[in-house]
């Protein structure tokens, strides 16, 4: 089973490299790693082209945002299972697309996710927020409900007969395609119990009060549009991020 991971980059050259080795550190070898940088002009690019290798596909053109380069990633990719790495993050461990790999060999899964944790921009092993996302059951969606998206690995065949992100979102298409994906599509998910990947905090959706407030009205859209309820749902996804602040005192950063 070929595994292609998509990254969509722009100016990242502080953690790019990392993400790419992160990418070229697992023991599962049927790898391709796509990325799609958006024109970068800080030194990404040349830091991108100093690490790859024979597994690595760069492509650099102006895109739309990221998820107007996460498609193009996925158009580009060859592999039965896509996820996706974004430039500032990294796997929790070596063996993660082992894990995914060997889940996907149940036909009947047509999606994989874990467990996420955020960590400090500055320090990957200074642990901030722990996203226990749990097995997923369809009524957990009206609840606010999602898997973490840097930890869903899905076939070929969902984005064929599903699409990809809806680029009219700004931030919330990730949100936006699972909720198609799982309501409408009724695709099957494997939940994996462990940490996959560790996102730095400091995200395009919480940088500024304007881009908090426009993620909301996004999420508002995105419930209504995929027919999974309304403003309760809304609010339910929101106050459920609370409990990933109180972090399991077994949990030891990796």
Avoid at 76 to 82: C, E, L, P
Avoid at 120 to 139: F, H, K, M, T, V
Avoid at 223 to 230: M, S
Wanted: proline share 4%; aromatic share 8%.
């Amino acid at each position: 089973m070929k595994i292609s991971i998509v990254t969509a980059v722009y100016n990242r050259q502080g953690t790019i490299g990392e993400a790419i080795r992160s990418v070229q550190a697992q023991n599962y070898r049927n790898v391709e790693h796509l990325i799609q940088d958006g024109g970068s002009t800080d030194g990404t690019l040349e830091i991108v082209e100093s690490l790859a290798n024979s597994l690595t596909y760069v492509v650099s053109v102006r895109d739309a945002g990221i998820y107007d380069a996460l498609n193009r990633g996925i158009a580009r990719a060859s592999g039965d299972v896509i996820g996706v790495m974004h430039s500032d993050d990294l796997f929790a461990s070596d063996n993660i697309l082992g894990k995914v790999a060997l889940a996907f060999e149940d036909n009947k899964i047509d999606g994989v996710y874990g467990d996420l944790q955020y960590v400090s921009a500055s320090d990957p092993n200074q642990l901030i927020r722990y996203w226990r996302s749990g097995p997923y059951e369809p009524r957990l969606l009206g609840r606010g409900w999602m898997p973490p998206h840097p930890t869903l690995y899905l076939r070929r065949s969902v984005f064929e007969r599903l699409g990809c992100y809806d680029t009219s979102y700004q931030i919330a298409a990730d949100y936006d395609a699972i909720l198609r994906w799982l309501n409408f599509g009724k695709i099957s998910l494997c939940y994996i119990p462990e940490v996959m990947v560790k996102m730095r905090v400091g995200g395009e959706s919480n940088r500024s009060i304007e881009r908090v407030i426009r993620k909301s009205l996004e999420d508002y859209s995105a419930i209504r549009r995929n027919g999974v309820g309304g403003l309760g749902v809304l609010i339910q996804k929101n106050t459920s991020k609370l409990k990933q602040f109180l972090v399991p005192h077994d949990i030891i950063p990796q």
